[in-house]
């Protein structure tokens, strides 16, 4: 079973439909039309039918949050080939796939605080995702999905801030 499509696919439907639903279908082309939420179920089948015929290529990540991170980066190249093969400017496709993106992670976040505020009396609103429990500075999201070895990482602590830099990426292939 492939989790990321079990659990995204409705927020990616969701987010999806809000973003586009009422956007035109070309920016400088008013004529063309606006997305429908046919066209928008359209599209996201056809991106989901790509993403099912691609993520069988994708080489094999050492983690569970690597291998999210690249099999949803799979689906935002499905999505963003959709709309190109409807004749979408490149650069709009860009726009519509980032705004639709960037509302995925409103909805996630809204979830993330929904666990957050399950787990009173920790120092921070994330502590689920703390890597080190006794760390008042948090280092959110180390533990789950940026973890290595799927993301191997150097972090820095100061007292004005914390860093992290990564060494490698999970394959940087994927984009075109």
Known sequence: M?????IYRPLAARAVRQVLVGRNRARQSPD???????????????????????????PPEPTVGSRMNVRLA???????NS???????????????ADAAWKVYHLWSTIALGLAFLTPGK??????AV???GDHQGKV???????APGYPHRTRSRPERNSLRCRQVPNRGLLP
Do not use: H
Not at 2 to 6: A, L, N, S
Not at 39 to 51: C, F, N, Q, S, T
């Open 2 to 6: 492939d989790y990321v499509k079990f």
């Open 32 to 58: 063309r039309g606006r997305f429908t939420r046919a066209d928008v179920d359209g599209l996201l089948k056809a991106a989901w039918l790509r993403y099912s015929k691609d993520v069988g290529k994708l």
């Open 74 to 80: 799979c689906f935002t190249m499905s999505f963003f």
């Open 83 to 97: 709309l190109v093969a409807i004749n979408t400017d490149r650069g709009y496709a860009i726009e519509l796939v």
């Open 123 to 128: 120092t921070t609103s994330l502590a689920f």
């Open 131 to 133: 890597g080190n429990r």
């Open 141 to 147: 999201s180390l533990r789950f999905p940026f973890n």
